[in-house]
């Protein structure tokens, strides 16, 4: 009724101010917001001060190309190596809209946050857990680490087949991650013909390791297999070098970060360990050498295993939003269409129940550098080769000499 009261040049002049108003409105880009939840402090701050480095020079990279969406932003938050904190800032990030969120970097703060996101439709890419548990756990969880199925089969297969050892003690902590890989390790040395003459199972956090190191050393295995997170497992193999243990010492990938083997010392050298495929001085591979002089120039060091996976989860997160779209409600769409990603730590795809197609390989310490087992032993037969090749060419020379 009003409005029809009013003069005709006041309905213009009204009608385009709205008209204005809705145009700018409409022309302001809605902000799309990444997130992050990593352990940036507390027990776990070794692996997430890496995979924050690794997402944040990745998010750089893209923001600084010509194609970039000018309204992406991230947000990373501490989940102080707590899984309730994680799993509450998780529910923050989605809360104010974030698109997906990288996050659940050790097991127990997956198994967390995956609640989170499972219940309000979000995607949640782990860059490094690696517990059978999670395997298929919802629609919405992703990760680019193998599983520990994975892992554990894949040392326990070369130990018994490559490395000829008949027989292991298995030193667990009494934690998921260790109980599902180590479980897997066992099954594995077993199946090849290996023995395991005992299973030593410790509480999480135990401070005096001495004892379990004696009863190790007692047992004079071939090998012990030992399953716990970084800090542990640097006291350990520390403990087992002074009580002069002769068997191999064989570990599970959250030893291999550079702060952890530099930790342990000359006390590393000989450790077995598997983990993804990732070797920084790889100077073939123009992405891993790009990545490497990029990552080193920003934060002075090498980038390790889970600052390479940090990287790898943005360039997924960037896939994904190319392929489905930076809607929420189809995120995990361009997630299901991500295809042979290159990456620094291989080519990126999930299966049916999100997990990542990668196969893990078994490195050993040498001069503190992580080196391909099977690459270094070919690389020797090679040159043993040659050498012996030389040493008939030398000899047939001579005779020849001998017979002129």
């Known amino acids: 009724m009003i409005w029809t009261m009013l003069p005709a040049t006041r309905k213009l002049l ?85 698109r997906a969120v990288i996050g659940g970097v050790t097991t127990p703060e997956a198994l967390a946050m995956v609640q989170v996101a499972d219940r309000m439709n979000r995607v949640l890419l782990s860059p490094s857990a690696s517990s059978q548990e999670l395997t298929g756990i919802s629609r919405e969880f992703y990760r680019i680490w193998p599983s ?28 998921t991650y260790a109980e599902g890989i180590e479980t897997v390790f066992q ?16 509480p999480e956090n135990t401070s005096d390791l001495n004892a379990l190191v004696e009863r190790v050393v007692s047992l004079s295995p071939d090998c012990v297999y030992v399953a716990d997170y970084a800090a542990p497992v640097i006291n350990i193999i520390k403990a087992l070098r002074e009580m002069s243990f002769p068997g191999k010492i064989l570990t599970v990938s ?17 450790v077995f360990v598997t983990h993804p495929q990732y070797t920084p001085d790889n100077r073939e591979d123009p992405k891993i050498k790009a990545f490497v002089e990029s990552y080193s120039a920003k934060y002075g060091e090498v980038p390790g295993l889970f600052a390479a996976h940090g990287y790898d989860s943005m360039l997924v997160l960037f896939e994904a939003m190319n392929k489905g779209g930076d809607r929420a409600s189809s995120f995990w769409q ?36 992580a080196v391909d087992h099977a690459n270094w032993v070919e690389k020797k037969r090679r040159e043993l080769h040659d050498a012996m090749e030389k040493l008939r060419e030398d000899r047939r020379r001579l005779r020849k000499q001998s017979d002129s």
């Open 14 to 98: 009204i009608l385009m101010a709205f008209m204005l108003v809705s145009g700018l409105a409409c022309s302001e880009k809605e902000v799309v917001q990444f997130g992050a939840v990593v352990p940036l402090t507390g027990s776990s701050a070794i692996y997430g001060k890496q995979i924050a480095n690794g997402l944040e020079l990745a998010f750089e990279e893209f923001m600084a190309t010509p194609d970039a969406p000018s309204n992406l932003t991230l947000v990373v938050r501490d989940s102080e190596s707590d899984p309730e904190k994680a799993q509450k800032a998780l529910e923050e990030l989605y809360a104010a809209g974030t």
């Open 254 to 270: 959250a030893f291999a970060t550079p702060q952890a083997i530099a930790a342990a010392g000359s006390a590393a050298e000989g």
């Open 148 to 175: 520990d199925s994975r892992e554990g089969s894949r040392m326990g297969l070369y130990a018994a087949q490559n490395l000829n050892l008949k027989s292991a003690v298995v030193l667990a902590a009494d934690s």
């Open 187 to 202: 099954a594995s040395f077993t199946q090849s013909g290996g023995e395991i003459v005992e299973e030593i199972i410790y």
């Open 334 to 369: 361009g997630m299901r269409s991500v295809k042979d990603l290159p990456g620094v730590t291989g080519p990126l795809q999930f299966d049916e129940k999100g997990d990542v197609a990668k196969y893990p390989r078994v490195y050993f310490l040498l001069e503190g550098q």
